[in-house]
């Protein structure tokens, strides 16, 4: 039997590998049948002459092959043989953490002879309900607020996201983990192009500034999770304007911000544009559109729309 495991999801897709050699494993105590072949170092002959060989724990043999569809002269190899691959009794998967290239002639006969399955990334609904489990399993709960800001900040990136939910698990092990919780202990990606958006509005290019962050609503991203990016970048500013008001050389900010040395540089570059009074507005008509919108005062696209209409 030929499993043929790929997609853009490298999480769901090396978990599903890791079940079915774990399943493998149980029926089959030995071990000394499990192999991992890279395509990329190994030759397919190698392998077929292995089959060969008859084992002498009367196991079933599994092969995992990695970088197939990376290694031209292993596609041909494989493809010329897949008949006999597919009929002999062990069990073969061929991996891929990414998507392959589907034009390929091998990836159309896998379509045709394997068990296929491809992980997509996970549409906003389904992830949500795919993070709820996952902290479920750990015993622990989010709220929706906190859900929504935890996706925005981790996205599709589950390896990223299952690291997140270990630390707030093990952080609030005995509660219900709250919008407060993800702000403290999840970080945002320090290079997330929300900083055009601010450069625009340092720049007084509202009209610019307006139309990159409908761009993020446009590609899915929550308006929660905008607006907390807003915040985190203004609240830089504010820290990296305090220090370089009092002096002393830039390289010491680091350290007393706890910021990216990326970070205290893209901060420093755009604080120049804003005076102090000016940057603690800004961050006090954040703090009230944020209290505005859990309280429903006003929908959240449209608060975001007036707060950098009004900056």
Same mark, same amino acid.
């Given at each position: ?12 897709? @090396? ?40 084992? /002498? ?72 309900? &795919? ?6 399993? +750990? ?19 589950? &390896?990223? /996201? ?6 707030? *698990? ?32 340092? *720049?007084?290019? +509202? ?21 907390? /990016? ?22 010491? &900010? ?11 540089? @893209? ?8 005076? /102090? ?35």
């Amino acid at each position: 039997m030929i499993y043929f495991i790929y997609g853009e999801d490298s999480y769901r897709s @090396k978990r599903k590998l890791e079940e079915i050699v774990l399943s493998y494993k149980e029926k089959n105590k030995s071990g000394l049948n499990l192999n991992y072949i890279d395509a990329k170092e190994n030759s397919l002959a190698d392998f077929l002459n292995n089959l060969k060989v008859v084992s /002498m724990f009367s196991e079933k043999k599994l092969a995992v092959f990695k970088g197939v569809f990376g290694n031209t002269k292993f596609q041909e190899d494989f493809l010329e043989n897949i008949k006999s691959i597919e009929d002999a009794k062990e069990i073969i998967i061929v991996y891929e953490d990414n998507v392959p290239d589907k034009r390929t002639k091998l990836f159309k006969a896998l379509q045709k002879s394997a068990k296929c399955q491809e992980f997509n990334n996970l549409q906003p609904a389904l992830l949500k309900k &795919w993070v709820v489990q996952e902290f479920a399993k +750990k015993k622990a709960k989010i709220d929706p607020e906190a859900l929504d800001l935890l996706v925005g900040f981790a996205k599709n990136d589950l &390896w990223k /996201m299952v690291n997140e939910i270990n630390k707030l *698990s093990d952080y609030r092990a005995d509660g219900v983990i709250k919008k407060e919780d993800v702000e403290l202990l999840v970080k945002p990606d320090a290079e997330n192009d929300i900083f055009k958006t601010i450069d625009a509005l340092a *720049s007084k290019n +509202k009209k610019l500034a307006l139309n990159l962050l409908h761009k993020h609503l446009d590609n899915g991203d929550n308006p929660l999770y905008l607006l907390s /990016m807003i915040a985190y970048q203004f609240r830089n500013l504010l820290i990296i304007k305090d220090l370089s008001a009092q002096g002393g050389p830039a390289s010491g &900010w680091q350290k007393k911000s706890g910021l990216h040395p990326f970070v205290v540089q @893209k901060s420093y570059s755009l604080c120049s544009q804003f005076s /102090m009074p000016e940057l603690k507005k800004i961050y006090l008509k954040i703090f009230q559109i944020d209290l505005d919108i859990k309280t429903g005062k006003v929908d959240p696209e449209t608060a975001l729309d007036l707060l950098l209409s009004e900056v």
